[in-house]
């Protein structure tokens, strides 16, 4: 898999419960970010978490970040259908130039009413 | 304070015509990126430029794509003699410190080539 790939691909939940998606990545970062697309839309920044964090907030979004592992979370509480869109993480590989970050393909959430 | 800035945000070229894509970065940011998005796909990443800079242009194809941030006016990603596989949404991203720090996006310019 390439760095920045999300799991599950698609995932439908109802609406009020909680949404969890998850990221790995292959090499070592400077910081990874969540970011929010709606359909036909351009990307919407949500979380940044450096790697020396292991967890951040933001309202009902909640980032976990484990380097041992490799690996992120992003859990949406109480879910509402305005969450419904495609969700990327994207990694700022630990390379010199530190110039690009690189997308996953992303978890398109759709919540039921 | 207004955010990125791109235009057109729809454009149809023919096989062969150029393509021209304009981005204004967020005020004050120096840093701008260009991305690439297919349908269902992730971005990928295409470009970094600074203020009359090319720093990173790993992610351009190394031919008919060229882009510049002039010292005055907007990042241009051109795009010449296009064919139907650079039907794409194409994003910019600026940032104030580079890379490390946070990229706010545009919303995109959806390029049809037909």
């Known amino acids: 898999s390439q760095q920045g790939e999300e799991d599950p691909q698609a995932l439908s939940i109802q609406e009020g419960e909680n949404a969890t998606m998850n990221c790995s990545y292959k090499?070592?970062?400077?910081?990874l970010q969540w970011y929010r697309q709606n359909s036909g839309r351009g990307l919407v920044h949500l979380i940044l978490?450096?790697?020396?964090?292991r967890e951040k907030h933001s309202g009902r979004l909640r980032v976990t970040l484990d380097t041992s592992k490799k690996s992120s979370s992003l859990l949406i509480t109480a879910s509402r259908a305005a969450d419904t869109a495609s969700y990327f993480c994207?990694?700022?590989?630990?390379?010199?130039?530190?110039?690009?970050?690189?997308f996953g393909s992303g978890t398109r959430l759709s919540i039921r009413p | 304070n207004a955010g990125v800035m791109q235009n057109p945000r729809h454009l149809v070229r023919r096989r062969g015509q150029e393509a021209r894509l304009r981005c204004s970065p967020m005020?004050?940011?120096?840093?701008v990126y260009w991305y690439r998005q297919l349908p269902e796909e992730g971005l990928k990443f295409m470009v970094y430029?600074?203020?009359?800079?090319?720093?990173?242009e790993s992610g351009m194809p190394k031919e008919r794509f060229s882009a510049e941030f002039p010292k005055e006016g907007p990042s241009i990603l051109r795009i010449q003699q296009v064919v139907r596989g650079d039907s794409a949404a194409y994003f910019c991203?600026?940032?104030?410190?580079?890379?490390?720090?946070?990229?706010?996006f545009g919303p995109g310019t959806r390029l049809l080539v037909l």
């Open positions: 991203a600026s940032s104030q410190q580079g890379a490390l720090e946070t990229q706010y």
């Open positions: 090499t070592s970062i400077n910081n």
């Open positions: 978490i450096r790697s020396n964090e």
């Open positions: 994207a990694t700022a590989p630990m390379y010199s130039s530190a110039s690009k970050i690189i």
């Open positions: 005020k004050g940011h120096s840093h």
């Open positions: 430029l600074q203020k009359e800079n090319i720093i990173d």
